[in-house]
Nanobody
Framework: QVQLVESGGGSVQAGGSLRLSCAVS????????MAWFRQPPGKEREGVAK????????VLADSVKGRFTISQDNTNNTLYLDMKNLKHEDTAVYYC?????????????????WGQGTQVTVSS
């Protein structure tokens, strides 16, 4: 099991940028797949980005391609989500998640460990 703590959320105007961080502690080596999900107001949680911890390969949701980047710092056990050219529709609570292995797609129920979330608000 790991503990995940997100930070970096806030309010920004459309077109702006934010960097979210997720501090990972616990049995980090057991989690080969790290991801970011988000839950917009009144909507279901959706996958945004995921990264294969061992080789750094990543997958982005179509809605954020070209604007968001996921990365990891294995020395500091931190996962990042760099967001640029933010849009109002990016407003959501963003969650860090972990699971033992990556699989196709973004299946919320596959992920066993979750952070508490951090709010991102983009004003238009």
């Amino acid at each position: 099991q790991v503990q995940l703590v997100e930070s970096g959320g806030g309010s920004v105007q459309a077109g702006g940028s934010l960097r979210l961080s997720c501090a990972v502690s616990g049995n980090r080596s057991s989690k080969k797949c790290m991801a970011w999900f988000r839950q917009p107001p009144g909507k279901e949680r959706e996958g945004v980005a995921k990264i294969f911890s061992e080789n750094g390969k990543f997958v982005l949701a179509d809605s954020v391609k070209g604007r968001f980047t996921i990365s990891q710092d294995n020395t500091n056990n931190t996962l990042y989500l760099d967001m640029k050219n933010l849009k109002h529709e990016d407003t959501a609570v963003y969650y860090c998640a972990a699971r033992s292995l990556c699989r196709m797609g973004f299946v919320e129920s596959d992920f066993t460990d979750w952070g508490q979330g951090t709010q991102v608000t983009v004003s238009s």
